[in-house]
């Protein structure tokens, strides 16, 4: 099924449009070289010669272009309901557009959470009328997320949620968490988890290690994550269950995921571009817009054992945790701000400047890793086979811009690279099969 069948987006035509001569790579379809991608009625009609004669469709010149599958987040805040002054089903949406993504899902930890099948039902209702592009709906594991009770998750399953998390809080009670993985085999459904000890992160705002030490901040150990992967995937083994650890950051961790697997449990994990790209060094100019996050930026050690989780496929997927926050939140001592950074409008281009371009990453492995936050949630993947929906991200791998110089579609402005010149951009967005983005300063073209 086509992500705009599966998820929900606001109706619209099918797109009519062909990228002349774009460099089209699609690693997971085997597909590499140039060609002319002809969309009509909003699926990917061809992979045409460049130049074939094409009559009545919109013409976008794509030459020295890159044409990618639409990247695919598994972890995005939406802020609705209850805090649209930060963010709102519209403008998130319209923010993950502008970052080439053709699909996201929203987490749950909203005000008041998602729980109840009416949630997620209003929600659905709510994308359909506003969502520049597919968007899916989390509901809590718990009620209230207070780690009690369960919610109705079989109800919640039948209204339409990809899944169920508490994120934003760790599943305290491992009877809890055993139940809903029980339940998880009646109804279906992805556990996403947050995986955090409260005993040992304490107080904690920021890693604990000699940087912590250095600024006098109270800090978070790394096995405060890595042992509740390991509690967690113990008990998904135990019950047979299907769980995704949500925004890894430590070596320990990727450690645990990768053990876990080898054990046979049924486990997938994400890593964030700001933690792939930054270390806690970062956090010495203590701005809380920027670096203060959680889980939190660890040590450099920690961001190489990320990067060859993600090279070596124990990680399975990039997820933003897009999280926006007023400015107020953020404008306090560092102690005090709130925790989360936005990532949609910039994930691409910030991973493809700073992991990329040095040799790091393969540009392939990247935008495979872009794209695989589809699979945890038995999404079909975006790709440009020729017969696919139209889910298609246009690139210009050389332009370089500074982020936030612009302003940005998102409501908030708590951008983890905000003031950074980055090398490649985004310049049209297809999602749904309908052209969702297109920046501002690029032109369609004149229809042939």
């Known amino acids: 099924m086509s992500l705009a069948t599966t998820l929900d987006m606001r109706p619209g035509e099918g797109a009519d449009v062909v990228l002349r001569g774009a460099t089209v790579l699609d690693p997971v379809a085997g597909i590499e070289?140039?060609?002319?991608?002809?969309?009509?009625?909003?699926?990917?009609?061809?992979?045409?010669t460049p130049g074939a004669e094409l009559d009545?469709?919109?013409?976008?010149?794509?030459?020295?272009?890159?044409?990618?599958?639409?990247?695919?987040?598994?972890?995005?805040?939406?802020?609705?309901p209850g805090q649209e002054?930060?963010?709102d089903i519209e403008t998130g949406s319209r923010s993950a557009a502008a970052g080439g993504y053709c699909g996201i899902v929203a987490m749950a930890n909203t005000e008041p959470p998602v729980g109840t099948p009416a949630d997620v039902e209003a929600l659905r209702e709510a994308a359909r009328e506003g969502a520049s592009v597919p968007v899916g709906f989390l509901a809590t594991v718990t009620r209230g997320m207070e780690g009690e009770e369960l919610t109705e998750m079989g109800a919640i399953r039948a209204?339409?949620?990809?899944?169920?998390?508490?994120?934003?809080?760790?599943?305290?009670?491992?009877?809890?968490?055993?139940?809903?993985?029980?339940?998880?085999?009646l109804c279906g459904g992805t556990i996403a988890l947050h995986e955090e000890d409260p005993e040992l992160s304490g107080d904690g705002v920021m890693h604990e290690g000699p940087v912590s030490a250095a600024l006098g901040l109270a800090g978070i150990p790394a096995v405060s994550e890595s042992t509740m992967i390991a509690r967690d995937a113990a008990l998904a083994l135990y019950e047979g269950g299907r769980i995704h650890v949500q925004h890894l950051s430590a070596r320990e961790s990727v450690e645990a995921v990768?053990?876990?697997?080898?054990?046979?449990?049924?486990?997938?994990?994400?890593?964030?571009?700001?933690?792939?790209?930054?270390?806690d060094e970062s956090v010495r100019s203590l701005d809380p817009r920027r670096h203060k996050m959680n889980p939190p930026l660890r040590s450099e050690d920690d961001r190489a054992a990320l990067i060859e989780g993600l090279r070596d496929g124990t990680i399975?997927?990039?997820?933003?945790?897009?999280?926006?926050?007023?400015?107020?939140?953020?404008?306090?001592?560092?102690?005090?701000?709130?925790?989360?950074?936005?990532?949609?409008?910039?994930?691409?281009?910030?991973?493809?400047?700073?992991?990329?371009?040095?040799?790091?990453?393969?540009?392939a492995l990247l935008?495979?890793?872009?794209?695989?936050?589809?699979?945890?949630?038995?999404?079909?993947?975006?790709?440009?086979?020729?017969?696919?929906?139209?889910?298609?991200?246009?690139?210009?791998?050389?332009?370089?811009?500074?982020?936030?110089?612009?302003?940005y579609e998102s409501r908030s402005q708590n951008?983890?690279?905000?003031?950074?010149?980055?090398?490649?951009?985004?310049?049209?967005?297809l999602a749904g099969g309908q052209v969702a983005y297109r920046l501002r300063s690029f032109s369609l073209g004149v229809a042939a």
């Open 56 to 80: 009545g469709i919109e013409q976008i010149d794509a030459e020295g272009l890159h044409a990618f599958p639409a990247f695919f987040d598994p972890h995005v805040h939406l802020r609705t």
């Open 316 to 363: 399975d997927c990039v997820a933003t945790d897009h999280a926006p926050h007023a400015a107020e939140e953020k404008e306090v001592p560092f102690e005090q701000a709130a925790m989360g950074v936005t990532g949609l409008e910039t994930a691409f281009a910030a991973l493809h400047t700073e992991l990329v371009l040095p040799g790091t990453l393969d540009l």
């Open 85 to 87: 002054h930060k963010e």
């Open 258 to 279: 990768g053990a876990a697997r080898a054990a046979g449990v049924q486990i997938s994990c994400e890593a964030s571009p700001h933690h792939l790209c930054l270390s």
């Open 33 to 48: 070289g140039v060609h002319d991608v002809v969309v009509r009625g909003g699926e990917i009609a061809e992979l045409a």
């Open 367 to 407: 935008i495979e890793r872009m794209a695989g936050g589809a699979a945890p949630f038995e999404i079909e993947r975006p790709s440009l086979a020729p017969g696919s929906e139209a889910n298609i991200a246009l690139c210009d791998l050389g332009a370089e811009w500074t982020v936030g110089e612009e302003g």
């Open 415 to 429: 951008s983890w690279c905000a003031g950074r010149k980055l090398t490649g951009r985004v310049l049209i967005t």
């Open 159 to 185: 209204a339409g949620a990809l899944g169920f998390s508490d994120d934003g809080l760790p599943i305290r009670s491992a009877r809890v968490l055993r139940r809903a993985l029980q339940y998880q085999r």
